[in-house]
């Protein structure tokens, strides 16, 4: 089956209305038009190829960019490209926000019964195209298959927990002082949210906020991430199959113009709430531009998660955590395991466990269905963990498993295990974002609590022990919004996520909707 690659009428349309300055990348994107149109049999291999956009997503209709520009989208296992989605700017930002003004006006006042229920259509739309889901993350992510259908599947319980969220935004009486008063609470949804995502979760960090968005009938303006752009696409063509109406959703791709778009998404007065996944810089900034109009804001921002292994742990199950929350998506998750302390008397036998499973891991196209991890999503990517394993290195550390880049095509990186981290090393102190353990061991019980704590984030925290005492003091002491303990893995549609610290505001998932609603006091008089 063929792609629909870059739309032919309007590349043409574009090249000759363009100003000189502009028709320099119209050309390329032209013959990257014919590039795709005569070499690119099937890149993606759906079954439902219709799936794939190359388009933004406008008050329901599929629209280039004004000025014509395109960002290409590559397969970081192979370098080969995807396709290109149009470079959106900020005229099309104002429209896609006008869109979502619109929208509000309706949506707002549907009944949270037909959200539910257009919220259940949408989930199951997701389901029944899983294989298609999975496999567009896998090609524009890299992470393998199986990880990819467990995103999906993840991603869409959210729209599941949101439609049954829906149906109990329940008020609320409060007794007056007065007899001739009567005071009752209504929530109302906020109005039009921007929500801006990354591209290590392409399609769960979207449905987590706007499962939420729509069941408090919220109306949005998506802005994914340049790198992963095609998941929200396919999203946004299901809503459209699921009868999200018109305007409701508008998902706007740039790369270049991100940060008119993105202040534009901040602080136009139309919208009124933002949330946020990403790093912790762009989500200060952000939070700046919301405060010229005091929107609502939601921010998941950097982890830098401590990981702790006490001697009185069951170390094979300590390791299988380890495993799970450091290499889930190749370490690119804000919950990895960033900082792994072990008690001095079991370190030995920990680090060589985990260094065994770790060499037995096979690292390579996540289409491959032997393939265990895959690749790093870019070079800026790689240059990070290098540094990172560069760092501890020059201050001692041991690499017991990988250590360097992986040769070839693709942006991949050997999973790694350094032992002896010292605290002063690099690792300790930013997110690694990549497949690197770095192993640093203790003494003390309170010791380790200082060296966890000594973050500026404070996303997720992960301790092994058996002991019940230890359980609740550690649980209670780390500086984090998510404890795991004795588990590696605390994600799910029902939980409250979220930071404390500079990992973050508000919560999503669980009663995550709340942050979509305004509570409206109504006070009847005259009784
Ligand atoms: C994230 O990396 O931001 C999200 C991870 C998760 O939901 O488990």
């Not at 060499?359 to 390579?364: C, D, E, I, R």
């Amino acid at each position: 089956m063929f792609p629909q690659p870059l739309p032919f009428s309007h590349a043409l349309r574009v090249l000759v209305k363009a100003p000189i300055a502009t028709r320099q990348s119209n050309r390329s994107s032209l013959s990257l038009w014919y590039r795709m149109a005569s070499t690119n049999a099937n890149v993606w291999g759906l079954q439902d190829p219709s799936l794939i956009k190359y388009q933004s997503y406008i008050d329901g209709k599929w629209v280039s960019a004004k000025e014509g520009g395109t960002i290409l989208v590559t397969n970081p296992a192979t370098g080969e490209e995807l396709g290109t989605v149009p470079e959106m700017g900020l005229e099309e930002a104002k429209s896609a926000i006008a869109a979502a003004g619109n929208a509000f006006a309706s949506w707002g006042k549907t009944t949270a019964r037909h959200r539910h229920d257009i919220l259940m259509k949408f989930y199951n739309l997701m389901r029944e195209h899983n294989d298609d889901l999975a496999r567009i993350i896998t090609l524009e992510n890299g992470k393998t298959l199986t990880e990819a259908k467990g995103e999906n599947a993840y991603s869409a319980s959210f729209m599941e927990w949101y439609a049954e969220e829906a149906v109990r935004i329940y008020g609320e009486h409060i007794p007056s002082p007065f007899t001739n008063i009567r005071n009752v609470v209504i929530k109302q949804p906020v109005g039009v949210v921007s929500i801006l995502t990354p591209w290590n979760f392409p399609s769960a960090m979207i449905t987590r906020k706007l499962g939420a968005a729509l069941a408090a009938g919220c109306t949005a303006v998506i802005k994914p991430p340049p790198e992963t752009p095609f998941s929200a696409l396919a999203l946004a063509e299901l809503s459209r199959r699921a009868g999200v109406p018109d305007g409701v959703i508008n998902i706007v791709t740039t790369q270049k113009n991100v940060i008119e778009v993105g202040r534009e998404m901040c602080e136009n007065k139309i919208v009124r709430k933002i949330s946020f996944t990403g790093s912790t810089p762009v989500a200060k900034s952000l939070y700046g531009m919301a405060a010229s109009t005091l929107k609502k804001v939601s921010i998941e921002a950097g982890g830098n998660a401590p990981f702790i292994v006490f001697d009185d742990a069951d170390i094979d199950q300590a390791v299988e955590g380890a495993i799970l929350c450091k290499f889930r998506g190749s370490g690119q998750t804000c919950v990895c395991a960033n900082r792994i302390y072990v008690q001095s008397s079991v370190y030995a036998a920990f680090a060589s466990k985990l260094a065994e499973k770790v060499t037995a891991f096979k690292v390579g196209n996540g289409l491959d269905e032997t393939t265990t991890h895959g690749p790093l999503i870019h070079e800026r990517a790689i240059s990070k963990v290098v540094r990172h394993v560069e760092d501890a290195v020059s201050r001692g550390a041991q690499v017991l498993v990988g250590g360097k880049r992986v040769d070839g095509a693709g942006t991949f990186f050997a999973p790694t295990v350094l032992s002896e981290v010292p605290a002063g090393a690099l690792s300790n102190f930013e997110e690694t974002f990549g497949p690197v353990a770095a192993l640093t061991k203790f003494e003390t019980e309170e010791e380790v609590i200082a060296l966890a704590n000594n973050a500026d984030v404070g996303l997720a925290g992960y301790f092994f022990s058996r002991d019940v005492g230890r359980v609740w003091r550690v649980a209670e002491a780390l500086e984090v919004g998510m404890v795991g303990t004795n588990t590696g893995m605390i994600s799910h549609a029902t939980i409250p996520f979220g930071g404390v610290k500079e990992s973050g505001l508000g919560r999503e998932g669980g009663h995550g909707i709340t942050e979509y609603l305004n509570q409206k006091l109504i006070t009847f008089g005259g009784l």
